[in-house]
């Protein structure tokens, strides 16, 4: 499943089954990235994405659901529209 926004069409979730483990790729600023790869061993470099950019988690392992909460948000985040300036 692809989740996207509305209005720009980026997506900011995939959520599928690998392995008989259900998983998300989120995308995520690449230093933060570095340090929750490193906290976290259910957080991986994301499958078939960007590996700077995107992350795989592991649904049910070791990240709390608030923090996988948290990182959806953070997705959505950076790829949510532009605001426009106007001039």
């Not at 470099?45 to 988690?57: A, F, L, Q, R, V």
């Amino acid at each position: 499943m692809l989740i996207r926004h509305c209005a720009n069409k980026k997506s900011f979730a995939h959520i599928y089954e690998r392995n008989a483990k259900l998983c998300i790729n989120l995308k995520c600023d690449p230093l933060k990235s570095e340090i929750l790869r490193e906290a976290f061993e259910d957080i991986v470099p994301g499958w078939h994405m960007n590996k700077t950019h995107w992350n795989t988690i592991y649904i049910g392992g070791d990240v709390p659901p608030d923090e996988l909460c948290e990182l959806i948000q953070h997705s959505y985040d950076l790829t949510k529209p532009k605001a426009k300036v106007q001039a």
